[in-house]
């Protein structure tokens, strides 16, 4: 049993800043893929970005140079830095994991930029 739980999510003014957090727990593995998608209202689940295990990460196009993922492997824990945020950035972030070849979800949070 593998569980995420996400937070850092809410409301912020366009241009500002946000850090989300994914604690992973349960059987998880050294070897391990973790990251965030987004599903904005009335879209689709899209990826955003990913790091694995060694470090290496990858990013969608429109998040590059705003959003940072970064990892604390004695914490089991995932962060997304989101800067310079924008109101099309509104949608719940998803968490996600790969531990021992099974893919997991956290339950999202919800991200809203508006002024």
């Known amino acids: 049993q593998v569980q995420l739980v996400e937070s850092g999510g809410g409301l912020v003014q366009p241009g500002g800043s946000l850090r989300l957090s994914c604690a992973a727990s349960g059987s998880i593995s050294s070897a391990y893929v973790m990251g965030w998608y987004r599903q904005a209202p009335g879209r689709q689940r899209v990826f955003v970005s990913f790091?694995?295990?060694?470090?290496?990460?990858n990013y969608v196009d429109y998040v590059k140079g705003r959003f940072t993922i970064s990892r604390d492997g004695a914490k089991n824990t995932v962060y997304l830095e989101m800067n310079s945020l924008k109101p099309e950035d509104t949608a719940v972030y998803y968490c996600?994991?790969?531990?021992?070849?099974?893919?997991?979800w956290g339950e999202g949070t919800l991200v809203t930029v508006s002024s």
């Open positions: 790091i694995t295990s060694t470090g290496n990460t």
């Open positions: 996600y994991a790969t531990f021992n070849g099974a893919l997991h």
